[in-house]
């Protein structure tokens, strides 16, 4: 029972964390579990659920409070989960713990493009080809496609390969490559992890692993810190907002580093 208070309360901090900054944070759950004696494949399911109840939460609170982008929800959510699929199908062909190597490699990158200042959002429209232009209430910004499509494109793939939602990836990209401001981005992100953590929890459950006497008190304070979670970043100043992303960004690739050479 003790063993389960602990895990519990582990799992309740890093949910506010994580949806405070617009992450999954599936490896971050993935790692305390395993650390707490908990199986690997209960732990992975255990943590997509997780997922699906903070991400749910969190995108109800930005939803409620209008800072999320349903256009670059289906757009990158669309083209994140294609190509996450396509990965994780494709991932038998490749040695796991390179992948694993070259994604925390980028993930630290993507890590400190979040700690740059700021790219300011565009006030003019472009009307050449391949730029979209998206104006909601006083936000005002420009995509550039030849950049967004196939960074996404490549981060989904990746991601899929290695079991992670990608949020880590589309943050980054939205704010710094796109000039997407840091509340949306981070709005827009929770509500295309709960769309994807979903289907990886319905597929690690149908294999088996699903441990409903820990799964299910680590959901519910998921939904309770996936409300606190996106409370606070309703709170908190973009800049500071942005700082943390890229920290936490950081600390999980350098997790992923240490995980990965620790099992060769």
């Known amino acids: 029972m003790l063993h389960t208070v602990l895990i519990v309360s582990i799992i309740f901090v890093l949910t506010v964390i994580m949806i405070m900054s617009g ?6 759950y993935v ?13 992975s399911t255990t943590s997509q659920f997780i997922l699906v109840a903070s991400a749910l939460a969190g995108a109800l609170v930005f939803g409620k409070a209008k800072t999320m982008s349903w256009p670059l929800v289906l757009f990158f959510g669309g083209l994140n989960a ?25 993930l630290a990158i993507a890590g400190a493009a979040m700690l740059l200042p700021e790219k300011q959002a565009s006030k003019t429209a472009v009307s050449r ?10 936000n005002w910004y420009v995509i550039n496609l030849w950049v967004a499509v196939p960074l996404t494109l490549a981060t989904g793939f990746f991601s899929g ?28 992100a929770t509500a295309m992890l709960a769309a994807t953590a979903l289907t990886g929890f319905a597929g ?13 008190p680590c959901g519910v304070v998921a939904i309770i810190g996936g409300l606190i979670g996106g409370r606070f970043a309703l709170k908190t100043k973009p800049k500071k907002l942005k700082t943390i992303s890229g920290i936490i960004t950081i600390i999980a690739a350098v997790l992923m580093m240490v995980n990965t050479l620790a099992g060769k």
């Open 161 to 188: 390969m290695v079991g992670i939602s990608g949020g880590s990836f589309l943050v980054p990209l939205m704010v710094v490559g796109c000039g997407v401001p840091m509340r949306t981005a981070v709005g827009t």
């Open 31 to 43: 790692i305390a579990l395993v650390l707490a004696g908990v199986p690997v494949h209960t732990a």
């Open 23 to 28: 992450r999954g944070g599936g490896n971050f």
């Open 129 to 138: 080809f391949g730029y979209w232009n998206i104006v909601e209430k006083e």
């Open 204 to 216: 690690n459950a149908l294999h088996g692993g699903f441990d409903p006497a820990l799964a299910i």
């Open 82 to 106: 294609s190509m996450a699929f396509i990965g994780g199908f494709q991932a038998h062909l490749f040695a796991g713990q390179t992948l694993k190597i070259i994604l925390s490699i980028i």
